[in-house]
């Protein structure tokens, strides 16, 4: 199993500046490396300064690949619909070319109806824009030289500088929300991103069902992976655990309250009675992971068995307040204790 860190370059502490905020990460980065961690995803976040300063990847992906040497780097995801294909590729190219091969692609089109309303795209277009970007971004990397008509972008013998490190070109894990979508990806034939924020871990199964009989039945080899993002929390007991991460997870819990209102994705909104009503021991059952190494390994396991997942996202700060030596001994538990169990 793939172990990975969903990482959102928070505002660790109280009034953290940008620039202590960007160092903080990228320290966390390069110390989970040394522990064996196996990939540093990163999130694209907008409009939410107070929260995160991560609303470039692709910039943050760079840094990271010129100061490690092992560990994949990858986003979680590029929201496509918000980019210019061919600007992306040559970005994600180059830090391709600088990791040697070592980025992923994340793809997907996000639920924050504010970040497009930032950038002026109708949320409404989000869909059809999420696919015709990603063709051509396949396109500007694969081909010396392309030409491409559709809707909202046209290119007539275009070149996209540089080519990636990888031939064809980097892995692409897309991320799955709505449940209509699942059959579409499994046919597209990609790794599939999926989450829980709303519904529950277990809910996840008939989606994974879908996804999977359409890759299958596309002729796509193999089952098809999945990878899950999972909030998390490790500690040496179950008690500490519980302390260290209830108020944070919790909190992040009550943010998402007020996104899944304003969401314009109706099966986000109608899962808010879910939210309202959430406990945290609710939350531990069927949302996130907490305890100690050997309650996470156990519950881990049983996932791998339910539900097929090649791989997690450990989100190891979900609400971001837990302090960061806490979340960080989370992460060497996670990488030296726990994943070896998992390997």
Same mark, same amino acid.
């Given at each position: ?54 609303? &470039? ?8 690949? =010129? ?11 590029? =929201? ?9 590729? %040559? ?32 949320? &409404? ?45 980097? %892995? ?172």
């Amino acid at each position: 199993m793939e172990f990975g860190w969903y990482h959102e370059f928070h505002r660790q502490v109280p009034g953290m500046s940008d620039a202590a905020a960007f160092e903080m990460g990228l320290d966390q980065a390069v110390q989970s490396e040394a522990w064996g961690l196996d990939s540093f995803w990163l999130a694209e976040i907008h409009q939410q300064a107070p929260r995160s300063v991560l609303a &470039s990847p692709q910039n943050v992906a760079t840094a990271i690949a =010129v100061r490690t040497t092992k560990m994949k780097i990858g986003t979680a995801v590029s =929201v496509l619909p918000l980019q210019h294909p061919l600007r992306l590729a %040559e970005e994600t190219a180059t830090i391709d070319q600088i990791s040697k091969g070592r980025f992923l692609l994340g793809a997907g089109r996000s639920g924050n109806p504010r970040a497009y309303a930032a950038y002026g795209v109708p949320y &409404s277009e989000s869909r059809e824009r999420f696919y015709e970007t990603l063709e051509v971004l396949k396109l500007a990397w694969s081909q010396d030289v392309f030409s491409f008509h559709g809707k909202f972008h046209h290119f007539d013998e275009a070149k996209a500088v540089p080519r990636p490190y990888q031939k064809p070109y980097p %892995e692409i894990r897309i991320a799955g929300a709505s449940e209509d979508t699942f059959p579409m990806l499994g046919a597209l034939g990609h790794p599939l991103f999926v989450a829980v924020r709303s519904g529950t871990l277990a809910g996840l199964a008939p989606d994974l069902e879908a996804y999977r009989a359409a890759y299958k039945a596309a002729g796509h080899p193999g089952k098809g992976q999945v990878h899950l993002r999972l909030s998390m929390h490790v500690a040496e007991t179950d008690a500490q655990a519980d302390a260290e991460s209830k108020d944070s997870i919790m909190g992040g819990y009550g943010l998402l309250k007020s996104q899944l209102e304003g969401s314009p994705n109706a099966r986000r909104r109608a899962e808010l009675a879910d939210v309202q009503s959430l406990t945290f021991d609710l939350a531990k059952r069927d949302k996130v992971v907490v305890g100690s190494p050997d309650t996470v390994t156990a519950r881990l396991l049983q996932l791998k068995e339910e539900l097929g997942i090649d791989g997690i996202l450990a989100e190891l700060n979900f609400g971001a307040k837990i302090p960061p030596d806490a979340m960080m001994r989370s992460c060497q538990l996670l990488c030296q204790v726990v994943r070896p169990r998992l390997q």
